[in-house]
């Protein structure tokens, strides 16, 4: 039949030397057949494409681990380089590295996963192929192994999941790829999407990179199911505060931080709202007071979705409002002596002069620090062209008033000599 090329019958002939092999429980035989069959001159493709799907089934029905392992590494070496089967390999790569981060070898497991690159697989469903892509990622954060985890979470487009699933799905063309359909255990895109961001949290959380932390929680937030409940939103409507207020000065987060306090929801928890408030109003906020407030609410967080919000948050939480009440002196304040700057800062004087030495190197703030005399000065210095802009143009506005005045003037006399003539 093979070489004759009956592709059912072939197909049919194969299947049943498994089946039979399986029936009778001789795993031995099952690989050597599985083997043996894959390696015949001029093997139809359909044949080993059904060969390894009927296998396949059978790896949940092994009487122990190692024939279990064996099952797969012989299946695996089967669909090696066969484009054919290179979804039931990915799905057998998956088995095995299961098992191997079962036994507790995650590095292993991980580098078995690295192997396969399903984003070039376009048989391969959509949501199956995110699935692997996630699978990877956190198999890499388990070992810590963060520059590989960002590598392989970049694979993944966050558009993606706002892709509409409702649409309609188009009928494939003749000579195109037809997409299988993801098998019944993997996640849909919602589901997929918050998991993707539970693990860039993870990602980001390594570096104390609170701004992008809090857009993971904000994408999450976002998510319809967790929208409608609220025992899962405040949670993260809380974290998503927390992470605005940890987070550096910058456009991103002032707009984002302007947006939450536009969030209707936000009057549920009315302690954040208020937090939140303080931070975007130009007033200077008492750190001990705040910290008295806060405390308690700081310290519930570590019970919460998601666990405490790091190490040096508690320290970055200090520094961030030391930070804002410098910006706000600096709005208020042309020139004031440091050891004004550092009553109103409650710091001592080499502290405030540290922390605004660091804001003016990261060119959060521009100002200028008169050590002898003891003066900061925020005023910006202009060169010689701004300067002499600035007066022209105050020139030319004193040249149209006069004018303006002038023909008002002019306009006052022709009305009342109109009015004194008989």
């Known amino acids: 039949m093979r070489l004759a090329e009956n592709v059912s019958g072939t197909r049919k002939a194969a299947t049943e030397i498994l089946q039979l092999c399986f029936e009778a429980k001789d795993w031995k ?83 078995l996963m690295q192997e396969v690159a399903v984003e070039t697989f376009g048989a391969m469903a959509k949501t199956e192929k995110i699935a692997f892509i996630l699978e990877q990622v956190r198999l890499c954060l388990d070992r810590q192994d963060y520059v590989r985890a960002q590598i392989l979470s970049r694979k993944i487009n966050p558009r993606v999941f706002d892709a509409d699933t409702k649409k309609d799905k188009k009928k494939p063309k003749e000579g195109e790829n037809i997409v299988e359909e ?43 199911s967790v929208k409608e409940n ?28 302007n947006a939450t306090l536009e969030d209707k929801n936000l009057s549920e928890i009315p302690d954040f709202k208020m937090l939140l408030k303080q931070v975007v109003t130009m007033e200077v906020i008492q750190w001990t007071s705040l910290w008295n407030k806060y405390k308690d609410e700081f310290e519930k967080e570590k019970s919460m979705v998601g666990g405490s919000l790091g190490d040096k948050a508690g320290e970055d939480l200090k520094l961030r409002i030391i930070e804002h009440n410098i ?39 521009i100002a200028k620090i008169d050590r002898p005399s003891g003066i900061v000065c925020f005023q910006v210095s202009k060169d010689s062209n701004e300067i002499l802009n600035s007066w022209a143009v105050n020139l030319e506005k004193l040249l149209d008033l006069v004018e303006k005045s002038c023909h008002q003037i002019h306009k006052e006399t022709m009305v009342h000599k109109a009015a004194l003539r008989p």
């Not at 910006?327 to 004031?336: A, C, D, E, F, P």
């Open 29 to 111: 035989l099952l690989n050597e057949q599985i083997l043996n069959l894959s390696k015949k001159r001029g093997q139809l493709k359909q044949a080993v494409q059904s060969m390894v799907q009927q296998a396949m089934q059978y790896i949940d029905q092994t009487p122990d681990i190692e024939t279990r392992i064996e099952l797969i590494k012989t299946l695996n070496n089967v669909s090696a380089g066969k484009i054919y089967v290179e979804i039931e390999r990915a799905r057998l790569t998956r088995k095995l590295a299961k098992i191997k981060e079962d036994q507790g070898q995650i590095a292993e497991a991980a580098d």
């Open 182 to 224: 993801a098998p019944a255990d993997i996640p849909s895109l919602l589901e997929l999407k918050r998991i993707y961001y539970e693990l860039m949290i993870r990602y980001y959380s390594h570096n104390n990179e609170y701004l992008e932390i809090c857009r993971s929680y904000k994408a999450i937030y976002d998510i319809p």
């Open 230 to 257: 609220p025992e899962q939103w405040i949670p993260v409507l809380r974290k998503i505060c927390w992470f605005l207020v940890l987070a550096p000065h910058d456009p991103m987060q002032s707009s984002l931080l």
């Open 327 to 365: 910006l706000v002196v600096s709005k208020y304040y042309s020139r004031i002596t440091l050891k004004r700057l550092a009553e109103l800062l409650c710091l001592s004087i080499e502290e405030a002069e540290k922390y605004l030495s660091e804001m003016v190197v990261s060119k959060a703030l």
